[in-house]
């Protein structure tokens, strides 16, 4: 049983409760909803977690900022050919802290995410982003980026206006900034798409969200030749949170309720805010030369691999 | 985490079996688009060839002006001058961050029929007596695959062109991320690409030939940070692979979408090059960016 199916047996529940009138019975139900919540959501499968991670009421970027900033204005365009509507950039106040945020953001319905491409941005995205990514290292400001794609977007448009382009600059001129950088990881972490605003001092992931180099269905697909094996390419992909703060390649992980961050929201904004905040304060510390070279560092790091010394192999001349 | 090092520290001592070539100038088993044989069929244009002439005209088809992909070691041999390359940062071998059954038996495989360290090699040059840092990648080692070794091995040629204060030449020819590898072949993306910015920097020549394919990790990374970007003829350079967009938007892609000559027209690509005039024109624009002492 996947955890969607769980969460349908505890929503059958929790509409039990909602027709009964007797409180004795009320809390019975609430104490066994709970513990079921308890015995059943807390040890969940990859696959478990890619599906929370695209969940149709998982808490979009929009939420997020509304939550976490007493004020937010929302700057457009990329000032050389349109306005991309998968990725919302502008300047925030988050207790005090003025910051440039920069998010992918999902719709809750067809219509909405018709409007923001399914959270699949364009080069002028992209370019969107570094534009005010630059701004905000002209103004000092920290940058708080909330990656949730499940990819950079693969069509015509796209390719004609250069979407590697687009994403190589990114990492390029991202890996540079001289300000605190914060990548917050809050759904589906897709590839380039996703790397793309996640060149960061510090990479935050929700403890249900997912970051990859391609779905696991693309990876049962091109590995395996079969998607229905989308599950078991999870597992082998090493894609939850966990695995990649083992790995290093995240710093922190934000818990969610149990269930999943849709579960509570309240609760999951609150940690987001509260990890943003602790992040931005350890990076005050540094310089901005300190912060570059800092990030340079991290990612020049990443990589499993051995080298031979030849000269000590046997018979290699 | 200290679990997590012991495994690739076992690892490691159990690869030392492994041996591996250090020559790269060995003729090697693996099977190239040039068709083998004495006089034999064009894959593009089906007009025979003779194929020692094919091969002796820079791996071009003389009917067709098909520019076969090359390996590494042709296209250095086509691009340097005779006896200047020295091939530098050899010996790397993947360690499986994964753990995916049969990985390392196949780049063992790979290693062994290409004879090349990975899909991507470099060192020291002269091209037409200036001397540069050139790195090739070889689309025959697994498709050209970024993973751990290719982007330490371009980020270590970056670092080597800055301690030397040499400009730096990269063929690229890739068919993207190496799957095998996971988050890990993401993370070179960023990795090559801070490399790519501390050239810049020094204000130190970068210039990227774009061969056929390039597409995925690699075009999103170093292959598009040049200072020059140049490209062959009739090259397959995209992101996303021309049939995950046939799939995305349904329909057929138009005739010569993603070739060089569309990105040039775009404004992506300075100049389509034929492999004929590669050399010179890589060795103009060294000379043009000579620094006088
Ligand atoms: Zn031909």
Known sequence: MDILAKERKVRELEGKIAELDNEELVKKLEVEIKRYKEETMTNLTAWDRVLLARHQLRPTSLEFINYMCDDFIELHGDRLFRDDKSIIAGIGNIRGNVVTIIAQQKGKSLEENLERNFSMPHPEGYRKALRLMKQAEKFKRPIITLIDTPGAYPGLGAEERGQGEAIARNLFEMSALTVPVIAVIIGEGGSGGALALGVANTVLMLENSIYSILSPEGYATILWKDATLASEAAEAMKLTSNDLEEYGVIDRIIKEPLGGAHFNKEETFRNTKQAILEELHNLKRFTGIELREKRIKKYRGFGFFQRFNYDNLKGVK | MNDLIKAFENRKSSKNKFKIQRKISKASSVKTD??????????????????????????????????????????????????????????????????????????????????????????????????????VMDSYFLMGSMGSVVGEKVTKSFEYALYKKLPIIIFTASGGARMQEGIFSLMQMAKTSAAAWKIAEQKQLYITVLTNPTTGGVTASFATLGDIILAEPNALIGFAGPRVIEQTINQKLPEGFQKSEFLEKKGFVDKVVHRDDMKDTLGKLLLFHRRYQ
């Open chain 2, 34 to 135: 040039v068709p083998k044989g004495l006089y034999e069929q064009c894959p593009n244009c089906k007009e025979t060839v003779n194929v020692k002439a094919t091969i002796e005209n820079n791996f071009i088809c003389k009917s067709c002006n098909e520019h076969f992909r090359v390996r590494a070691v042709d296209r250095i041999k086509i691009t340097v001058d005779l006896g200047t390359f020295v091939e530098k940062g050899h010996g790397y071998i993947t360690l499986n961050p994964l753990f995916q059954d049969g990985y390392e038996e196949k780049i063992i495989a790979y290693k062994e029929k290409t004879n090349l360290d990975e899909a991507y090699i470099y060192g020291y040059c002269e091209i037409n007596g200036m001397p540069t840092v050139i790195g």
